[in-house]
């Protein structure tokens, strides 16, 4: 079985930053890539940011380039969100996801992804 968990959400001030952090466990993970969604309240979970580990390939939706960083830490399965000039929009509960089979996919589909976390909260105020 695979686990995944977020943290690093929080509370913080528009323009301030934060990282998020998701940690997959389990003997039998495998990921070929892994992405961050998040569901702001009264609306649809949304595509973030994406990483496909094959090419190293990295993939934003627009409102988040040049704000928004994805790296990772492969000796403890660990990929990051670093998060800077932040803006009340963005607070959302931020979900990572894995997807465990190669091939070619479409990053922004969550359908696309195997394993999921159980959500942290980003908060950020005016």
């Known amino acids: 079985q695979v686990r995944m968990v977020e943290s690093g959400g929080g509370l913080v001030q528009a323009g301030g930053s934060l990282r998020l952090s998701c940690a997959a466990s389990?003997?039998?993970?495998?990921?070929?890539?892994m992405a961050w969604f998040r569901q702001a309240p009264g609306k649809e979970r949304e595509f973030v940011a994406a990483v496909t580990w094959s090419t190293s390939s990295t993939f934003y939706t627009n409102s988040v380039k040049g704000r928004f960083t994805l790296s990772r830490d492969n000796a403890k399965n660990t990929v990051f969100l670093q998060m800077n000039s932040l803006k009340p929009e963005d607070t959302a509960v931020y979900y990572c996801?894995?997807?465990?089979?190669?091939?070619?996919?479409?990053?922004?589909?969550?359908?696309?992804?195997?394993?999921w976390g159980q959500g942290t909260q980003v908060t950020v105020s005016s």
């Open positions: 389990g003997r039998t993970f495998s990921s070929y890539g």
């Open positions: 996801a894995s997807r465990s089979r190669g091939g070619s996919w479409y990053v922004g589909n969550e359908s696309e992804y195997d394993y």
